[in-house]
Structure formats: structure tokens, C-alpha cells
């Protein structure tokens, strides 16, 4: 695929991201807009996390069934007190663990949150993000951003732009391009809203280390 030859696509630098693009996306972000952005692993999918409209965009553009929640980009835990209405124990013990990484904790969320965002579970993913690119843009907005991936809903993750397929490109507003980045399963998904913790999904991190470090503490996991 050739990417479009004009400004919507900026080659950040993915360790020391530069401050105007950074600051050009924030703007994008805030209007309303749509960012393609670098994660650890693979692109992902940036909008404000708190406007309805620009997260409906993303599920038009993804093709995403609205059965399903989006998970959010957080700067610092203190992030957590607008999204969340509690953090357990167990929660408090994987952020410490694996914070900032590869781990997205399912908590309880809080009510005004956007029924889109949630998908009416009840509940919202977090993460607090590895990647420089990423950690920029949840500071430079200074709220959530949603982090879902740059593909369409079911499709494999993509860790080039030039992967993306036409119907993104096409759709977004802003293109963060760092090159190639080291692909692999994604985050892995806990919910610790119940009495047990429950992985969801196993990516980069094992289940069996999440294991570990719980049995440490003497709590329990289930695996889904």
C-alpha cells in the first residue's frame, strides 16, 4: 500500500518524540480527531477517551461490533480516580509489577463514563504505557486516550503503516509513523473486578508470571 505523500503522515522520532508533533496530534485529539500512534508492539488507535462522537468514529472505521469495550491510555495512576470506582488490592499489586507495560486491568467503572467506551459492561481496561510516543500524548493531552489497535476488528495487530489497511488511512487525521515496530500478541488482559482475578486475554505477559506474582502475595487467578 502507498501511503498519501502530504503532512498526515509524521515520522516521529519512537525514543525522543518531537514536542511539535506531539503537540500538533494533542490538537487533533482535542478537536475530536483521530491519531494513529505507536505502542510497544503494534499501532494503535488514539481519540479522547471521554468524547462519544470521536469513539464512534473508531468503531465506524474498525468495523468494531459496539458489543465490544475499548480499552484507555493513562498518563499516571492518578488518572484511575476519573475512570475507575475502586482499585483493589489485586490491582494495586499488578500496576506495581507491571506498570508501565504490557498489562490491561479490567476495573469497575465509573457511571458518567461513555456508554460507547464501556460498551455498557460496566467495566473499562486501562494501561499505562510503555512506549515514549504513547506516554507523550496521554501527557501532552492530559486525559485518557482509547488504545485500541490500528486494524479492522478481528484482523491480525499491524506493527508497520504500511500494513494499515486503505480504510484507516483514508479516515484518520493524523499518522504517527515510527517505524517498524516488534509486533506479538499485545497486552494482556486481567479483570480484578471479581473475587478471583480473570485473565481475559494472554499476551506479552504470561499468565503463568501473573500467577506468580499473585501466589506471592497469596491472592488467587483464574484463567478464562
Known amino acids: 500500500m502507498i501511503l498519501p505523500c502530504d503532512q498526515t503522515v509524521l515520522d516521529v522520532d519512537p525514543l525522543e518524540p518531537q514536542g511539535d508533533f506531539i503537540s500538533r496530534a494533542c490538537d487533533i485529539l482535542r478537536a475530536g480527531g483521530i491519531v494513529i500512534f505507536p505502542a510497544k508492539c503494534l499501532y494503535g488507535i488514539a481519540v479522547d477517551a471521554f468524547n462519544p462522537e470521536a469513539i464512534s468514529r ?8 459496539r458489543k465490544n469495550p475499548i480499552l484507555v491510555l493513562i498518563n499516571d495512576r492518578s488518572d484511575l480516580e476519573g475512570l ?3 482499585v483493589p488490592k489485586t490491582a494495586r499489586i499488578l500496576m ?10 479490567v476495573f469497575e467503572a465509573l457511571d ?6 464501556t460498551a455498557h459492561t460496566g467495566k473499562i481496561g486501562i494501561r499505562m504505557p510503555q512506549h515514549p510516543v504513547a506516554k ?3 501527557r501532552g493531552l492530559g486525559k485518557p486516550i482509547t488504545g485500541t489497535s490500528a486494524n479492522l476488528s478481528g484482523a491480525e495487530g499491524i506493527s508497520r503503516i504500511q500494513d494499515l489497511p486503505p480504510v484507516l488511512v483514508d479516515r484518520v487525521d493524523l499518522i504517527l509513523d515510527a517505524g517498524r515496530l ?3 500478541k499485545g497486552s494482556t488482559v486481567v479483570d480484578v473486578t471479581g473475587q478471583q482475578v480473570l485473565v481475559l486475554r494472554e499476551g506479552e505477559i504470561p499468565g503463568a508470571e501473573i500467577h506468580g506474582v499473585l501466589e ?9
Open 84 to 86: 475507575v470506582k475502586k
Open 216 to 224: 506471592n502475595c497469596k491472592l488467587k487467578i483464574k484463567e478464562d
Open 96 to 105: 506495581d509489577r507491571f506498570w508501565p507495560g504490557d498489562i490491561t486491568i
Open 182 to 184: 516488534k509486533g506479538g
Open 136 to 138: 507523550a500524548l496521554t
Open 112 to 117: 458518567r463514563l461513555p456508554g460507547i467506551l
Open 58 to 65: 473508531v468503531f465506524g472505521i474498525k468495523q468494531r461490533p
